[in-house]
């Protein structure tokens, strides 16, 4: 399976995340300025209040604009994520209400149109959309990349299983970097690890570690 095009969009994706932020610290920087060369001083009893009506709105509008810049990035990658391992092309989409401003994410069902949500296409798709999430907002935030997934691939058919170990094996690999540990009855997934460890008990019923590469 051809992973190089998930892997250009995940470093586009750190790229940008990291030049939006130098930008977003920058204009930060300049409202700032520009706040106290148009501040209103407010003399209320002994306190100085400080208006920000006019850099109020400027602010908002560059902060809905990364964030639109950020929904259309993660919508892409779990997207691309979801057409590198299934066979069904599922986009991605992230919908958020205009009241509470929650974001709900969605599918659209590649067969019929319609927009379903991540329980209805099954527990594995749902699992890799998060997994992905996870993924982006640890870039994103800038932290450690790591992952640990306990059973978190028992919704994953047998079918999907090497497709999804070698997407895994793509997030431990240059540029990303990954260190994921995974705890998993599916003997498939071991061929992709870097080390495994068996766990059992013994006759006396003591928990046992025994590495097994």
């Given at each position: 399976?051809?992973l190089?095009?998930?892997?250009?969009?995940?470093?586009?994706?750190?790229?940008?995340?990291?030049?939006?932020?130098?930008?977003?610290?920058?204009?930060?920087?300049?409202?700032?300025?520009?706040?106290?060369?148009?501040?209103?001083?407010?003399?209320?009893?002994?306190?100085?209040h400080?208006l920000?009506?006019e850099?109020?709105?400027?602010?908002?509008?560059?902060?809905d604009?990364?964030?639109?810049?950020?929904?259309?990035?993660?919508?892409?990658?779990?997207?691309?994520?979801?057409?590198?391992?299934?066979?069904?092309?599922?986009?991605?989409?992230?919908?958020?209400?205009?009241?509470?401003?929650?974001?709900?994410?969605?599918?659209?069902?590649?067969r019929?149109g319609?927009?379903?949500?991540?329980d209805?296409a099954?527990?594995?798709?749902?699992?890799?959309?998060?997994?992905t999430?996870?993924?982006?907002?640890?870039?994103?935030?800038?932290?450690?990349?790591?992952?640990?997934?306990?059973?978190?691939?028992?919704?994953?058919?047998?079918?999907y299983?090497?497709?999804?170990s070698?997407?895994?094996?793509?997030?431990?690999?240059?540029?990303?970097n990954?260190?994921?540990?995974?705890?998993?009855?599916?003997?498939?997934?071991?061929?992709?690890?870097?080390?495994?460890?068996?766990?059992?008990?013994?006759?006396?019923?003591?928990?046992?570690?025994?590495?097994?590469?």
């Amino acid at each position: 399976m051809d992973l190089s095009t998930l892997q250009t969009l995940l470093q586009k994706t750190d790229i940008s995340i990291r030049s939006n932020a130098k930008l977003f610290d920058n204009i930060k920087a300049s409202l700032s300025a520009d706040i106290k060369s148009h501040s209103i001083q407010i003399e209320q009893g002994t306190s100085n209040h400080i208006l920000y009506s006019e850099s109020l709105p400027i602010l908002k509008l560059v902060t809905d604009s990364l964030v639109n810049e950020g929904k259309a990035a993660l919508e892409a990658l779990v997207t691309q994520a979801l057409n590198t391992v299934f066979s069904e092309k599922y986009q991605f989409k992230i919908e958020v209400q205009p009241d509470s401003k929650r974001a709900v994410p969605s599918l659209i069902d590649p067969r019929s149109g319609a927009q379903v949500s991540l329980d209805s296409a099954g527990g594995g798709i749902a699992t890799l959309c998060e997994i992905t999430i996870g993924v982006y907002l640890i870039i994103r935030f800038n932290r450690q990349r790591l992952l640990i997934l306990d059973e978190s691939l028992v919704a994953v058919s047998a079918q999907y299983v090497p497709a999804v170990s070698q997407f895994l094996k793509a997030l431990t690999e240059d540029p990303f970097n990954f260190t994921i540990i995974l705890i998993s009855h599916q003997p498939l997934f071991a061929q992709q690890a870097t080390h495994n460890y068996e766990l059992s008990r013994s006759s006396e019923g003591h928990l046992q570690i025994a590495r097994q590469s």
